[in-house]
């Protein structure tokens, strides 16, 4: 792998938002292994090098649309294969907490890879896809990705982004298939959902799960019922004109 990017927006209205996940990750590695990242106006991207695998950490300056553009140029200049191109992401597809790593594939409405699938005329570059979840409806992507993750989200993010981490050396060594493996199998299992309330199941159309009839409460009423009969009967003998049977 020779090069590294994470797609985002830049700016500080932008950095903390869910669309820049993929900046969070490149960042933090760059910061754990004392990589400097500067901006270079020619690739028009903040860039730096990682020293042990000479690979090239990019983060594009332009706006998530324009992404491609700083891809291709440090590529061509360098002669970088498609293939030898890590680009991490957030993804709606995934819950936060999730990260997996994938080479090609299709781009889900996703302005950043679209922008770099043009610009490289490929899918081949391989993927890191960080889990943001999604917010139910298409029409509310915009709005979501440009948001504040909550903060129980960025945590499982973060956690995400540590795994990642872990095994990027592999994937800096050429040994896709092992990162993939390693990440996967790591992954944490999905939360228990809690179950549903009965308003809930009917709404969903799901049987109301109902409270088994407890054997006291039940006894309790079936004695309530005979004494309420034994009364009315011995109340009858003494009021005989409430007995519609006796006024024929």
């Known amino acids: 792998m020779k090069l590294i990017v994470g797609l985002g927006n830049p700016g500080r ?26 901006k270079d106006a020619k690739f028009q991207a903040l860039v730096g090098r990682h020293g042990p695998s000479g ?25 970088i294969a498609p293939a030898e191109i890590l680009v991490a ?44 979840g999604h917010p139910g409806e298409k029409q509310g992507v915009t709005d979501y990705v440009l948001q ?7 945590e499982e993010i973060d956690a995400a982004i540590a795994r990642a981490l872990e095994v990027l050396p592999l994937a800096l060594a050429g040994d896709l298939q092992g990162a993939m493996l390693k ?3 790591g992954e944490k299992p ?20 109902v409270a088994a009839a407890d054997p006291v409460t039940q006894a309790d009423k079936t004695e309530q ?6 009364l009315g009967s011995f109340l009858k003998k003494l009021l005989p004109e409430t007995d519609p049977a006796r006024k024929k």
């Open 89 to 132: 992401h957030d993804e709606l597809d995934f819950p936060p907490g999730v990260a997996r790593i994938k080479q090609g594939g299709g781009i889900a409405g996703h302005n950043g890879l679209k922008d770099i699938s043009a610009r490289l005329g490929s899918h081949d570059y391989w993927r890191l896809r960080l889990g943001i």
């Open 148 to 154: 504040r993750p909550t903060q129980e989200e960025r």
């Open 225 to 230: 019922a005979k004494k309420g009969s034994a």
């Open 55 to 79: 690979a090239w950490l990019l983060l594009p300056q332009g706006f998530m649309n324009a992404s491609g553009r700083p891809v291709q140029m440090l590529a061509s200049f360098f002669k």
């Open 13 to 38: 209205q932008f950095e903390a938002t869910r669309h820049n996940a993929g900046f969070w990750l490149v960042e933090r590695f760059a910061a754990e292994t004392h990589t400097v990242l500067r």
């Open 190 to 209: 999905a939360k228990a959902q809690r179950p549903e309330k009965p308003e809930q199941a009917a709404k969903t159309g799901e049987p109301a799960k």
């Open 183 to 185: 990440l996967h199998s």
